[in-house]
Every structure is written in C-alpha cells, then in structure tokens.
C-alpha cells in the first residue's frame, strides 16, 4: 500500500475503518462528509481538500481540522494521533516574542535538519524562559522520538536530581553519593563528589539521546550545602553547571539566570504587553478578555510573574497541571499542605510566614493567590487541589510547637505527621476516636518500642469496640498484643474487651467464660470498670436475668466513665429497659444517646424498632434516621443490611411493598456475612409472602431455613432465626395452599395442610422465654394457626395472650380472640373485644378491626351500619393492599354484599376487594 501524501491524509486513512455508516452530512469518513462537519465547527469547507492532499491551508484551518479529527479518534475509542509539529510552530509564533521566536525557529530547525543544537538563553526572572522552554517542550513531544527530557533548578538541588537520576537508571548511584556529602567534609571533597553527580547525570543523558530542556535559577543548595567546584570554591547555579552542559552530547536548551563563565549564550529581554498578551491567550484560548487582562496588569512585564498566574489559572481547570514543579511555588505549597488539613482548614498567618522566612510584604502576586485571608490573622488555601500530598516533617513539627495544648486536634494532626509518638499516643489515650483521623497507624506502630505498642493497643481496641468491629484485623492484632502484656491489668482489660467481642456476636458462653470474676474490677479505671459491667450485663441478658442486666448497668452508669463510653452506656441502659418491658424509660435513655455518630445511629434504630414493636407510626421517622446515621458514620456494611432489612419489615406492616422490595435488595446486595444474609433472605421472604408471591416467598425461605438449621454460629440467635423462619414458611404455605397473603386483615375458615402441620410443629418448640421477641413469635404462630382451627380450638390458643404487657402484642391478641369468636357466631363479644382496644396507628391492626367489626355487625343483622363502615374504610387511609385484602376476606364469608356492588365477571371476594381499593 502506497504510503499517504500528506501527514494528514494517513490520520484519516487510519481513522476511516471506525467511521461506519451514513449520518444527515453523508457517509462517514467521506471527503464532503467531512468538509460538512468542518463547516459545522466554523471552518470552511473548501480548505480540507488542500489541508489533506497538498498541506496547504491557514495555522488556523489546520487546527481546527485537527481538533475535529482528534475528537473523531476519540468517539471511535482510539488515542489521538499527535498534532503535527508545524501547529506547534504556530503557536509559538503567537506567544514568543521576537528574540525567542528566533531561538524557538534555529533550535527545531536544527534538530529537524539533523543536527545537535546546544543553546544557551540567559535572563532574570521577568524575561520569560520558562515560556521559551515550554513552548519546546510543546514542539519536541510532537515528534517521534524527540520527548524532551525536562529539569527545573532551584533551591534545593536534590529534590530534582534524584528523580532525575532514577528515570534514568542511576537513581541508587546518585544517591550513594549524596549521601556522602557532609558540612564536614574539606571543601574540595564537597567539589569532587558534586561534579560527580553531574558527570554521572551526563553520561545517563547522553545515553538517552533525548534533547534536554534545563531551567536553573541563580542560586541553588546540594543536600542543604552550598555548590561548589572541583576546586573547592563556591559557584552560583549557572557556573556550577557549566561543566554539565559541556558533558552533554544531546540537544540541549540551557535557559540560565545568570551568565555561565565561558559558555556562549544568548540574553533574552522582557516581554511586551502585547507578547505578555499572546503569552496568556496560548496557554488559556478560553479564558474571558477580561480576565486575561487582569493576569497581565496584576504581572506587569514579569514573565516569572505572568507564567506562575497562568500556571495558577491553569492549576484551577486541570489537576494535572505540574504547578509542584516551580521552585518559587512549591515551599508555599508544602507549607499549605502541612498547616492546612481538611479538617481545619485555617491558620495563622503568623505560622506561614516562620515557615517561609519572609512576611507577606514579600509574597509574590502568584504566592498571595494562592492564599484565601479568612480574617483575624488567619489564611488558608485558595484551591486545595493545588496542593502536594506530603510535606516535610521540618514544618509539621514547626506547627506542634506553635500551636496552643488546647488546639487538640492539630495537636494531634501535627504530632503524627511530625512522627513525634509520645505526643500522639496522650492525645489518643484521651479519646480513642481520634484515630478514625490517622489510618494505617497501628501498621506504622509495629516496630515501636513495646510499652508504646501496647498503648497503642488499648487505643486501638477501644475505638474497633466503639465502632462494633471487634473481628476487625486491627483489633484482633491489638487484644493479642494486650494479652501478652506484662501488666496484670492490661491483662484482665484484653479479657474484658475479648468478652465483649464474644457478647457482639452473640457467644454469651464463651462471653462469660473470658470474663474476669467482679472483684478484679475494681483494679481498673472507672471507664475499664464500666466497659466490664456491660459485658456483664450482656451475658445476663442472654441468660434472661432482665433484672441483674439492668443492676449492672446502672452501676456502670454511676461510674464516672470518659465521655467516649457515656452514649454506650445510655445504650445498654435502653436497651435493658426495653426488655424489661419498661418502654418509656428505654425511649428515654436511648434519647439520650447523642454523640458517638454510630451510637447515635445505633440508638435511633433502637427506638424505631420499639416503637414499632409498639405499633406507633413515629417508628419509620427514627428506624430512616438511625439507617441514615449508620450509613453515615460508616457503619459494617453487616450491620446496616441487618437495620435496612428490618427497615423493610417497618415498610412491608405500613403496606408500602414496592419501597420494602427496593430497600430488602438492597439489604441482600450489602449482606456479607452468611448469617446476615440469610437473615435478610429471611424478612425478604415473609416480604413476598405478603405480596401474594408464594414461589418467591419459598425461595427465599429455602435458603434461610437451611442455613440457621446447619450452622455453629451464634447457636442461641441462630435457633431463634431458625424457628422464625419456620413460622414464615408456614405463612408462605398458608398463601400457596389457601391463596391468603401475609397480609392483614386476617379471617379464618382456610385450609392449608401443610401450613397447618408446620405451626402445630412450630407452636410446641418455641421456647417459653419471657423476651419480648419469643413471646411475639408464639403469638404470630397462634394466630395463624387459629385461622386454620375451628373457632372453638382457636379462640383458647389467643386467649392467655390478652394480658400482655405490650400493647401492641396485646391488641393484635385481642383482634385474632375477636376473629375466632365472631367466626363462631359470638358476634357480640366479638365487638366488645373491639371496642375494649386502645387507639390504634397500626394499619395492620386498623384494618384487622375493621373486618372483625364488618363481620360482627353483618352477623347481628346491622347490614346498613356494616356497608357504612365499609365506605369509610374505602374513603380512609387505609393502605392499598389493606383495604383489597379486606374486601377478598369478608367476600367469603359475607354474600350478602354482593347485592351492593356493580354486576360483573368478578367473584365476590375480589369484587369487593377491588371496590374497596380504588375509592373513585
């Protein structure tokens, strides 16, 4: 294949293959093809012909030709092409003045010729050779082969040199002898081991063969020492350099502050308003006029000036933008970097000026903008993203000593990044929280002397137990750590917290087991104290002594613990009262949990769970803000799934199933633990049990049933997990056999077998455990059961259940006595049972009533009073599926209505229920 004419013509022989198919312009890839989408982008037509075959056409034609194929490239997936050099040459042309066009023109001329040009530009900081270089650096990346080698000196010489020298391949060399050097040595020495890094840089280079771009600044310091010649005698940076530059056998463009002593060079004159002008319009095409006149008036004809602006103006659009890379910016950033974290962001102005040994009269106008004044003497960055990651250790320690021992957390800040570790381990000792600000510590802390490491350790242990992440890596390192301590008492501390990780995860045995016996207590700080007395009081908890847990607590409680510890405190003190039955003081203590953010949240769910537990509809208020909450504060992703499934189980007894189904998946999709998991698939089944889906319901169940039967983790939840399932296959039966939803209202008179052989089952195994939760499950399995008995065998079954404390266990109680009993023809006590209920919220409960009172009153012949109630149901706020599962219920049993509906195919139960559901 011949090759392309033109440079041009191949990029779009390369391009064409991907451009298939026609659009509105014609084929794609054709000739007039892309003259219409060069017309479309402000171009004329009748250049692309010439530009593609001939090379003819404007500088500003060829860009824009250029753009449209390096836009093409992309769409089709591919990396563009690089410009062609020419567009490069055009560039400069508008940016450099007259003396550096001409230096720009001979070097590439040159170059392209074959040659070797060395050049040597000399001029002050206003003159622009960072521009001149640039626009090189631009030209020579264009050519294949030609990437320039780049190297800024300035101040501190290492900072360059040594990454230099390792993208070289001698990186170990050159540092082998810097580190040689040393304010002791005779000056001579100092001289000789200097130029040897030169010589050794030279020879790499030469190596290479890639023309090099040198920028170097008047003065310059190697490892903190001042350059000096083989002789022994100082040289500023330019003199230093000259044997270099005479070393090199590549291209090279030397742009010097001050005159080399022999070598020939060129002066360079400061720019021009109008060149200052071109300068910025090259480097930002769409920056405003007025902008790009307000860089040029605040630079005056300081070409330094002008190009750190521009750099800075830059910096603001594109992150990648090498702003680090100049020596007059970069202490100004490091020093940003070190005094202004994230999280306090201000500081003094006092503090920079130390740091930067000149006050800010002496700022230039690309240092001050970088500078946002909060007011009071305080400044901080203007764009963050300026900002190197690291600083020297040199300035964060200049901030520990300057900042108060009240300032705790730069404190804290600075002592880290300081490497200063008695600091830091006082102020994490004083609340272990603070290490969520330092990740990856306790991997630093390996090494450290052994006292430290184990007070590193207990700070470690305590924030992994705030946060529940007691078979975190890091914790399980740190309770080992403790546990080999020569301390007794951080001893018996690392049993406490390793029964207290036993407690988290429901091993209550093993819990009590590493338990220290009370008396051992009282050789701990009150907070130790009280950490123990609430693992205590878990494993009284689980053994179902309600009132020794709720001893223990308040004795914890009376302790006077670190604030670190009162919101978990406040928690247990919650949730021990919940069990007791004792719900307005559960409400009010987990109200008072109100600091830790995962406490919080923790608590928040708490309170919505109970209050669901008790049937109040503020429960989804507080269940949504504590699920928020542990979102937040970056809660296990166990955890949260176990909060959003129950979230869902909120949602599934409001009647809202397609919200409940969105938030249950996502549950399944965060459930990492098994156990989790299949304690989610779990609520997701009763949840498809509910929305008349019984395969779906099945499926789910299959999973969670086999699993908390097999498992050996946490036996004692995992029994209760078991049994609970059991009762949602059995509701998930009772829809697949009898067509009923695990839906309210429920009516009874159905037949499901298998439903009924897994309740009868199910009924004699639940233990008889006063906990709120067992008490609940043998109510749920005895109100299903006794749908599917005889009134007269139902009715018994409810009955012990009318005297529990909760109300809302003793309503639903109430409600399936009701049912049994109007079903048997006690019509009348029937409705007294619903009269005798307390306000309801409920819906469930709600529309539980209605039916039981629809069915009584149509039994004591009150037709008119029961179609009323109907209506009301049918105008009230009822949920969708609540009031269609009350028109299918009472459609069984109450023929009588389907006098008062609309004639049609429907049988009379869905007739109703459709009735019911849509009011208009």
């Not at 890639?210 to 903190?224: D, F, M, W």
């Not at 693992?535 to 670190?564: I, S, T």
Request: proline share 8%; aromatic share 6%.
């Amino acid at each position: 294949m011949a090759e392309a004419p033109t440079l041009w013509l191949r990029y779009l022989e390369e391009l064409r293959p991907h451009l298939r198919g026609r659009d509105h312009r014609g084929k794609r890839g054709s000739l007039r093809w892309l003259e219409a989408l060069m017309s479309e982008r402000g171009g004329r037509a009748g250049t692309v012909r010439n530009i593609l075959y001939k090379d003819l056409g404007s500088p500003e034609e060829k860009e824009r030709l250029y753009g449209v194929i390096a836009d093409l490239y992309r769409e089709a997936g591919l990396t563009p092409p690089p410009p062609p050099a020419e567009l490069f040459l055009e560039s400069a042309r508008k940016a450099l003045g007259r003396d550096k066009r001409r230096i720009f023109r001979r070097f590439l001329k040159e170059l392209e010729a074959g040659g070797r040009p060395q050049m040597v530009v000399v001029g002050g900081p206003a003159t622009g050779k960072g521009v001149l270089l640039s626009a090189l650096a631009r030209a020579l990346s264009a050519l294949p082969g030609r990437e320039p080698v780049l190297l800024n000196l300035g101040g501190e010489l290492a900072q360059a040199l040594v990454p230099l020298a390792e993208n070289l391949g001698v990186g170990e060399e050159v540092r082998g002898l810097l580190a040689q050097l040393s304010p002791t040595q005779p000056y001579i020495l100092q001289g000789a081991l200097a130029q040897e890094v030169l010589t050794l840089l030279a020879r790499a280079l030469n190596g290479k063969g890639r023309p090099l771009l040198l920028r170097a600044e008047a003065e310059g310091t190697l490892e903190g020492l001042p350059l000096r010649g083989p002789d022994g005698s100082k040289r500023s940076l330019g003199a230093w350099l000259e044997p270099f530059l005479k070393a090199l056998q590549i291209p090279y463009l030397a742009a010097l502050s001050e005159p080399p002593p022999t070598l020939p060079y060129q002066p360079l004159s400061p720019p021009s308003r109008e060149e200052a002008r071109r300068f910025v319009r090259e480097r930002l095409p769409h920056l405003p006029p007025e902008r790009l006149e307000a860089l040029v008036n605040q630079a005056g004809r300081n070409f330094g000036e002008l190009s750190r602006l521009v750099l800075l103006e830059a910096a603001k659009h594109d992150p990648k933008t090498p702003i680090h890379d100049d020596p007059t910016l970069r202490p100004l950033l490091q020093a940003l970097a070190a005094f202004s974290p994230e999280a306090d962001p201000a500081f003094p102005l006092e503090l920079l000026e130390r740091a930067l040994g000149r006050p800010l009269e002496r700022l230039s106008q690309a240092e001050r903008a970088l500078l946002d004044w909060v007011g009071e003497g305080l400044v901080r960055p203007s764009l963050r993203t300026l900002l190197p990651e690291e600083a020297p250790k040199e300035l964060h320690r200049l901030a520990l000593g300057y900042f108060p021992k009240e300032n705790l957390f730069r404190k804290l800040y600075h002592a880290h990044k300081a490497g200063e570790r008695r600091i830091l381990l006082d102020l994490l000792q004083e609340d272990p929280a603070r290490l969520a600000l330092l990740p990856g510590l306790w991997q630093e802390a390996q090494t450290w002397p052994k006292e430290d490491l184990e007070a590193l350790a207990a700070v470690v242990v305590r924030y992994r137990a705030v946060l529940g992440q007691y078979a975190h890596p890091e914790a399980e390192e740190a309770l080992r750590v403790l546990s080999q301590a020569d301390n007794p008492t951080l001893r018996t501390w690392a049993r406490i917290k390793g029964a207290e990780a036993k407690a988290d995860a429901a091993l209550y045995r093993e819990a009590e087991e590493l338990l220290p016996p009370k008396e051992d207590l009282l050789h701990l700080d009150e907070t130790a104290q009280a950490e123990g007395l609430l693992v205590m009081a878990a494993v009284e908890r689980w053994k179902g002594d309600y009132e020794r847990a709720a001893v223990l607590v308040e004795e914890a409680e009376a302790l006077p613990v670190a604030p670190f510890l009162r919101d978990r405190v406040q928690l247990w003190r919650g949730l021990v009262a919940k069990d007791l039955g004792r719900y307005e003081e559960a409400l009010a203590a987990l109200a008072q949990v109100g600091h830790d953010p995962l406490l919080l949240g923790r608590a928040r769910y708490q309170m919505g769970d109970l209050l669901m537990r008790l049937g109040r509809l503020e429960a989804e208020a507080r269940m949504g803000e504590g699920l928020r909450l542990l979102e937040e504060a970056g809660a296990p992703k166990d955890e949260v799934a176990r909060v959003r499934a129950r979230y869902a189980t909120l949602l599934r007894r409001l009647g809202r199933y397609g919200e409940a189904e969105a938030v249950i998946q996502k549950a399944l999709a965060e459930a990492e633990d098994p156990f989790t998991r299949a304690r989610v698939e779990s609520e997701a089944g009763i949840l498809e049990a509910a929305r008349g889906r019984a395969f779906e319901a099945l499926g789910y169940l299959r999973r969670a049933e086999a699993y908390f039967r097999t498992t050996r983790e946490r036996p004692k939840e995992a029994r209760y997990r078991h049994l609970r399932t059991l009762f949602r296959l059995g509701a998930a039966y009772l829809l697949l056999e009898a067509g009923q939803p695990y839906r309210a209202p429920f009516l009874g008179g159905l037949s499901a077998p298998t439903a009924l052989r897994l309740l009868k089952d199910l009924l004699q195994e639940i233990p008889e455990e006063a906990t709120d939760r067992y008490t609940a499950l043998r109510l749920d399995t005895a109100s299903l059961l006794a749908l599917l008995l005889p009134p007269e065998e139902g009715a018994p079954l409810l009955k012990p259940f009318l005297a529990l404390e909760n109300p809302y266990l003793r309503a639903q109680a109430r409600l399936g006595y009701a049912e049994a009993l109007a079903r048997g023809g006690g019509y009348g006590e029937a409705l007294a049972q619903i009269v005798a209920l307390p306000p309801l919220e409920d819906p469930g409960l709600l529309a539980q009533a209605r039916a039981v009172e629809v069915l009584a009153l149509l039994g004591l012949g009150e037709k008119e009073a029961a179609w009323q109630k109907l209506e009301e149901v049918r105008q009230g706020r009822l949920p969708e599926p609540f009031r269609f599962q009350l028109g299918r219920a009472l459609g069984r049993f109450c023929p009588e209505l389907e006098a008062r509906l609309s004639p049609g195919p429907w049988a009379l139960p869905e007739a109703l229920g459709f009735h019911l559901a849509n009011p208009d």
